[in-house]
């Protein structure tokens, strides 16, 4: 037996000696740019207690002290004041105020709604979505397709369900298939 313990303790007493293989973390890595980092977020929104969107990341920065998000891969539900689904939005970027209610989506902004003509498509860098006072805008060019048309502008200011819209820079034309017919 003892001729087993021998060759145990010299191998245990070599190892002693090394430098470890395993990489320890610095401090330095510990210095995260937020307060939490979250992977996979939900977060519902409201207005008087009432949902009106469903916001969802891939990825969360999370500032306690400021009560933000700073999010990547973002995709929100859109929800009317009866509780239906009123629209989708996706975007790269994000950020979400919980105290003023400001969400801003930016980068490949994408926003897709039931309107007046059927689907209602629109495009932009960056939207603005103000739940106090339930508009959207941008001051960023846009393009909005809806109902055979497509619309561009410089800016806009609207409410969520499109009532009111303020365009500025605005064009529009109509989209005309092969055969002559308006495609939607």
């Keep these: 037996?003892?001729?087993?313990?021998?060759?145990?303790?010299?191998?245990?007493?070599?190892?002693?000696?090394?430098?470890?293989?395993?990489?320890?973390?610095?401090?330095?890595?510990?210095?995260?740019?937020?307060?939490?980092?979250?992977?996979?977020?939900?977060?519902?929104?409201t207005k008087d207690g009432v949902r009106s969107a469903d916001l969802r990341?891939?990825?969360?920065?999370?500032?306690?002290?400021?009560?933000?998000?700073?999010?990547?891969?973002?995709?929100?539900?859109?929800?009317?004041e009866t509780g239906a689904e009123?629209?989708?939005?996706?975007?790269?970027?994000?950020?979400?105020?919980?105290?003023?209610?400001?969400f801003v989506a930016r980068e490949d902004v994408v926003l897709i709604a039931e309107g007046v003509n059927g689907e209602r498509r629109l495009e932009t860098e960056q939207l603005i979505y103000d739940v106090r006072t339930d508009s959207l805008s941008s001051n960023r060019p846009?393009?909005?397709?809806?109902?055979?048309?497509?619309?561009?502008?410089t800016s806009f200011r609207s409410d969520t369900q499109f009532r009111t819209w303020e365009v500025m820079g605005a064009q529009t034309e109509a989209i005309v298939g092969e055969s002559g017919d308006v495609p939607f």
């Design 1 to 45: 037996m003892r001729w087993l313990v021998l060759p145990l303790v010299a191998v245990l007493a070599a190892g002693c000696g090394r430098e470890a293989t395993t990489p320890s973390a610095t401090s330095e890595a510990f210095d995260l740019p937020a307060d939490k980092v979250a992977d996979s977020i939900r977060h519902v929104i």
């Design 57 to 80: 990341s891939d990825t969360a920065y999370i500032y306690d002290s400021e009560r933000t998000f700073d999010l990547r891969g973002v995709r929100v539900t859109f929800y009317s």
């Design 86 to 102: 009123a629209g989708e939005l996706t975007s790269k970027l994000g950020d979400y105020n919980m105290e003023t209610g400001r």
């Design 142 to 153: 846009f393009t909005l397709y809806e109902g055979g048309r497509v619309s561009r502008g």
